[in-house]
C-alpha cells in the first residue's frame, strides 16, 4: 500500500498534467475547501479556472509534513497569471508566492482542505 506521501505526490502529478479527469482517484466526492462544501465536480472546475487563469501554473511541494490522515505543505509557485489574481492586477507579471495546505484524507482519498496564499508576497512584489 502507498503512504498517504506518495499518494499526495501523485495527486500533485495529476494536477501538473491536467489530468482533471483522474481526480476521483484522490479527491473525496464530498470534498470540502476552507469550510466550503465543494464535492468533487466543483473542486475539479476550481482547479480548472486556476491553469486557465495561470498557465504555467506548477505544484511542488517543497514541505511535506504527514501523520496517518492528514498531511500539511508548503507550495511554492513561481507563475505568471494573465489577469487579476487575489483581486490583485497581476496581469501577466511573474510573481512568486506560497500556499500553505493542510488535507485530511478519508479511505485515502482528500476530504477536507484548507488553504492560504501568501498574498501579502504578491502585493511586496506588484508594489
Not at 7 to 32: K, M, P, R, S
Not at 46 to 74: G, H, Y
Request: aromatic share 12%; hydrophobic share 45%.
Amino acid at each position: 500500500m502507498q503512504t498517504l506521501n506518495a499518494v499526495y505526490l501523485a495527486y500533485l502529478d495529476c494536477l501538473n498534467h491536467q489530468a482533471f479527469d483522474d481526480l476521483g482517484a484522490f479527491v473525496d466526492d464530498d470534498v470540502e475547501h476552507n469550510g466550503r462544501p465543494f464535492g468533487l465536480s466543483g473542486y475539479r472546475d476550481m482547479l480548472v479556472k486556476d491553469f486557465v487563469d495561470i498557465p504555467d501554473l506548477r505544484f511542488e511541494a517543497e514541505i511535506l509534513v504527514s501523520d496517518a490522515t492528514r498531511i500539511a505543505a508548503r507550495l511554492p509557485f513561481n507563475c505568471t497569471p494573465k489577469a487579476t489574481f487575489m483581486d490583485l492586477p497581476v496581469n501577466g507579471r511573474r510573481v512568486q508566492f506560497c500556499e500553505h495546505v493542510f488535507y485530511e484524507f478519508e479511505h485515502r482519498e482528500i476530504r477536507r482542505v484548507w488553504s492560504v496564499i501568501d498574498k501579502a508576497a504578491i502585493e511586496r512584489q506588484l508594489a
